[in-house]
């Protein structure tokens, strides 16, 4: 059992103009850096691979091995690409990471761009972020104007040159292969693998794609060491990780804390369900990954805990939904998304999304027939596996997850004329909610304060 919160990426977020060289510097920043240049590069691999970090964008992959599948001695360049696209609905820690403390995500970059051995690294983020994309910006400047970037970084003999890309606002360019299109020049679709990024990626050159929580966590596990890191967290889930609590919480925000921790004690941490108020469902890792329950309240949040009551830890990006929430209400605005999210490249996606919109709105209307819920696991079962990235799968996952567990709810709307809710009473904004509050729905850096 976890019980408690371990801010490290988090630690400098309430400090005064933390997003500075000369703050990050003060709170022993770029001291791992320092360190991996008096390294060898296979060295800082094999201590990335024994800390057991593992992707924090979704899937959960190692990144020490996804590192070491880079061919050495080729003669092509290397490049590193940071995936800061963050866009699936209820994710919300890498912005708040680049916003706060940039240079831990730029010094992390140049200790991976090291390890691998590339000597352009690029960062794409989501263009809608404007203010983030300039704050990077910013620190990357400074990081060139302190030797930190550019040519000979600290008399070590290493080059590198580091790009802030700012797409223009597309789920699908979070996609990894999409991503190196859209930075290509094209427009971002997935593309088929093999060959993958690590052999033919940027510029068909080996590529490592990582997410910036990944890259952020690169700094101190070098400066403090692999086991500092495998100390926190579970067998094979190691380490401290951001979970973003959202919704229907008292305090919602960003909570660091090591893998395995359980939504119980996220809850008790950030003062529970909005007062007055129940569980219904949530989601572990933002939208594309299934629903649970409060009977899923103790479950561990990392990724076998997870993966064994049929879900994924994905993004950590807690969703919380009292017992106000209409079930097919919040499935329909997800599949929305998906739906105008989805690139078009592939049928099952491109047109399935378009039929779960139609069936899911005719169900919440109240003009749904007794097909429809048979519709709707059809249309899931053609798209999922189907589809040519998780996208498709993604899609599915809300709708079957939440047939599985609010069947009777479905089935009200289509024997009972329509949505038996109220949307009203679901909003933050709602009366009931606001007599309630306790006026602590901030979006606080907990994991700093606690
Ligand atoms: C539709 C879609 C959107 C994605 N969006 C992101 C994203 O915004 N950020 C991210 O890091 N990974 C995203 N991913 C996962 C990436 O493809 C990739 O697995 C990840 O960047 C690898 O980094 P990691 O190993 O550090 O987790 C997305 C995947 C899909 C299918
Ligand atoms: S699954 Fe959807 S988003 Fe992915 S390639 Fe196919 S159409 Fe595009």
Redesign the pocket.
């Given at each position: 059992m976890v019980d408690t919160l371990t801010p490290v990426l988090t630690d400098d977020w309430d400090t005064d103009r933390a997003w500075t060289l000369k703050a990050y510097e003060k709170a022993g920043g770029y001291r791992g850096l320092r360190s991996a240049l008096t390294m060898k590069q296979d060295d800082v691999i094999a201590l990335v691979k024994d800390s057991g970090l593992r992707?924090?964008?979704?899937?959960g992959?190692p990144?020490g091995m996804?590192w070491g599948f880079i061919p050495q001695g080729d003669d092509k360049p290397h490049y590193l690409v940071v995936?800061a696209?963050?866009?699936?609905p209820g994710t919300c820690k890498?912005i708040p990471l680049m916003l706060a403390t940039p240079h831990t995500l730029v010094e992390g970059v140049i200790i991976s761009s090291y390890a691998i051995r590339a000597t352009t690294a690029f960062i794409y983020c989501r263009g809608e972020v404007l203010h983030v994309v300039r704050r990077l910006q910013r620190a990357v400047q400074e990081a060139y104007l302190a030797g930190h970037l550019g040519k000979n970084i600290h008399g070590s003999g290493y080059d590198l040159d580091l790009i802030v890309h700012a797409g223009a606002g597309a789920?699908?360019c979070?996609?990894?292969t999409a991503m190196l299109d859209s930075l290509e020049g094209r427009r971002g679709q997935p593309r088929l693998r093999p060959p993958f990024p690590a052999v033919a990626g940027l510029y068909a050159c080996p590529t490592v794609?990582?997410?910036?929580e990944?890259i952020a966590s690169v700094p101190c596990i070098v400066a403090n060491g692999a086991d500092w890191f495998s100390a926190m967290g579970t067998e094979k889930s190691k380490g401290m990780t951001i979970y973003s609590l959202s919704g229907h919480v008292t305090r919602p925000g960003q909570y660091e804390a090591p893998l395995g921790i359980t939504l119980r004690e996220l809850l008790d941490m950030s003062g529970g369900v909005r007062q007055g108020h129940s569980l219904k469902f949530w989601t572990p890792g933002g939208s594309s990954t299934p629903i649970l329950t409060a009977e899923h309240l103790d479950v561990p949040l990392d990724y076998e805990g997870v993966g064994s009551v049929g879900s994924m830890l994905g993004t950590k990006a807690l969703q919380i939904f009292d017992e106000t929430t209409c079930i097919v209400r919040a499935v329909l605005r997800w599949t929305e998304f998906y739906k105008h999210e989805s690139c078009g490249k592939c049928t099952p996606c491109r047109e399935g999304t378009w039929w779960l919109v139609q069936t899911l709105q005719r169900i919440e209307n109240g003009e749904g027939s007794d097909s429809d819920l048979d519709m709707l696991v059809d249309l899931c079962d053609n798209i999922l596996g189907r589809s040519s990235?998780?996208?498709g799968d993604?899609a599915t996952s809300p709708i079957t997850s939440s047939i599985q567990y609010f069947r009777d709810e479905y089935v009200a709307h289509l024997t009972g004329g329509g949505c038996p809710f109220d949307p009203a009473a679901a909003t933050l904004f709602s009366s009931s909610a606001r007599a309630l509050s306790t006026g602590g729905a901030s979006m606080a850096t907990a994991g700093a304060s606690a």
């Open positions: 992707g924090r964008g979704g899937a992959f990144t996804k995936n696209d963050e866009s699936e890498d789920y699908i979070g996609e990894e794609i990582n997410n910036v990944t990235c998780a996208l993604g």
